[in-house]
Every structure is written in structure tokens, then in C-alpha cells.
């Protein structure tokens, strides 16, 4: 899961000059925490290869969706989509709404993230680039 993350996250790291990204700097201890946490982390395979995760935490009836990542080689054939539907669906029915952010210039990610009705409502400046997009979605 992990190595998919760091593979799947280079590209936005280039795009924004930020190496030291969150989701490339994060740990394997990191990583078992938040499995151990309770939070939903759900992952896709093709065959044995696992190809793609997704994480959730809730939180006053909000599900935080976040690293969603999918193998660079594999971008475009909706399996993005299917982890983004399918962690909503595991959030128990008390989540009543969601919400995520992403880097203000990933357009892919912004549309796929509107696709599935998600909407901004909040842009946050950080000193290093373009800021970060708060997307949120309600049941």
C-alpha cells in the first residue's frame, strides 16, 4: 500500500516542487497506525498486484476521505473511482457527509473528485504553491 501511495503521489509532488509531500514522507509505523486506528482503508487489486488505496477516518459524522492513490501505469480506467465509491459505501449510514482536499492545480483530481458530486467549498493558501481545494460531498 505503501509503495503504491509513494508511486502514485510523485507526479503531484512534481507538479507542486514539493518532495516533501505527506503521502511520500509517510512511514510504514504511520501507516500500521493508522490501520491499528480504526479508520477504513480499503485497497484494489488487479490479479495479485495491488494497484490502488483509499483511506477514511470519521469524525462528527463526517467521513474524511484521504490517499487515494492508484499505480501511475494505471490512471484513467476508473479505478480511482471505484475505491472514491467504495469507501463511501463502507462509512457507516451516520456519516452524513464527506470531505477531502487536494492541491489547488490537480485538475484531474479535482474532476474526477466532481464527477462524484463532490463541490469546493473552502481554498486554503499554503506558502509553497498553489494552495489546497476542500471538497465535501453530502449523503
Do not use: W
Not at 33 to 46: E, F, M, N
Not at 49 to 77: C, F, K, M, N, S
Amino acid at each position: 500500500m505503501l509503495t503504491v501511495q509513494r508511486a502514485a503521489y510523485v507526479s503531484e509532488a512534481q507538479r507542486y516542487r514539493e518532495p516533501l509531500l505527506p503521502p511520500l514522507t509517510e512511514t510504514l509505523d504511520e501507516v500500521r497506525a493508522v490501520l491499528a486506528d480504526g479508520g477504513i482503508v480499503l485497497v484494489a487489486r488487479l490479479g495479485t498486484r495491488l494497484v490502488g488505496a483509499v483511506r477514511a477516518r470519521i469524525e462528527d459524522g463526517t467521513g474524511h476521505v484521504g490517499r487515494l492513490a492508484v499505480a501511475p501505469d494505471l490512471h484513467g480506467l476508473g479505478i480511482g473511482s471505484r475505491l472514491l465509491r467504495a469507501v463511501e459505501a463502507a462509512c457507516p449510514a451516520s456519516v452524513r457527509r464527506f470531505e477531502l482536499f487536494t492541491g489547488a492545480d490537480s485538475e484531474n483530481t479535482v474532476r474526477l473528485y466532481r464527477r462524484h458530486g463532490y463541490v469546493v467549498f473552502a481554498h486554503r493558501s499554503i506558502d509553497t504553491g498553489p494552495g489546497l481545494l476542500y471538497l465535501e460531498k453530502h449523503r
